[in-house]
């Protein structure tokens, strides 16, 4: 069955730029029609979607964080990738990649901390 | 954005007792509501969708109902694998969001 596996720096210093990847298995990421998501929780928190890349290439971001967010895919790689710049510790969260509403990966934390 | 507010934000029943969680919109969202649960440490599961339509795998004791602005999701008798948070999520516009999640604990 398809999973999600995210991966990346666990600490980034301020003002740099978050980088995560999103592996998926067991299926290709550019079939079926899917939207692929990075949301995120802060600690203790709620859910906050960032942004998502459809299978066709296109990308829609939350506007609250769209002039800091960018989300590509490498289709060789079966892969989906966040970058998130100039970070703060208000950025600190569980990072979540996703297919449509239904499967998640586990997360990954990202603390933002000189 | 729309806003979903959810009630209450902590409820607290008991093995065997029937719990009602409640999902409410800033506008409506027809049926493009869906309920997760989260345990700690883990990725929220999908639980309904589509305001009434269970997920594959999930038990027939969770239930939703609603439409427009208003939702509720109903667990007609709570086993002791059920005590999490529960979050609602829209996707009727973009961006999607959530609900802030009712914390359903044991009594």
């Known amino acids: 069955q398809v999973q999600l596996q995210e991966s990346g720096p666990g600490l980034v210093k301020p003002s740099q730029t978050l980088s995560l990847t999103c592996t998926v298995s067991?299926?290709?990421?550019?079939?079926?029609?899917?939207?692929w998501s990075w949301i995120r929780q802060h600690p203790g928190k709620g859910l906050e979607w960032i942004g998502y890349i459809y299978y066709s290439g296109s990308t829609y971001y939350n506007p609250s964080l769209k002039s800091r967010v960018t989300i590509s895919v490498d289709t060789s790689k079966n892969q989906f990738s966040l970058k998130l710049s100039s970070v703060t510790a208000a950025d600190t969260a569980v990072y979540y990649c996703a297919r449509d509403i239904s499967l998640w990966g586990q997360g990954t934390l990202v603390t933002v901390s000189s | 954005e729309i806003v979903l507010t959810q009630s209450p934000a902590t409820l607290s029943l008991s093995p065997g007792e029937r719990a009602t969680l409640s999902c409410r919109a800033s506008?409506?969202?027809?049926?493009?509501l869906a309920w997760y649960q989260q345990k700690p440490g883990q990725a929220p599961r999908l639980l309904i969708y589509d305001a009434s339509n269970r997920a594959t795998g999930i038990p027939a004791r969770f239930s939703g109902s609603g439409s427009g602005t208003d939702f509720t999701l109903t667990i007609s008798s709570l086993e002791p694998e059920d005590f999490a948070v529960y979050y609602c999520?829209?996707?009727?516009?973009?961006?999607?969001?959530f609900g802030q999640g009712t914390k359903l604990e044991i009594k």
């Open positions: 506008q409506s969202v027809s049926s493009y």
């Open positions: 999520q829209q996707r009727s516009n973009w961006p999607q969001t």
């Open positions: 067991g299926g290709s990421i550019s079939s079926g029609g899917y939207y």
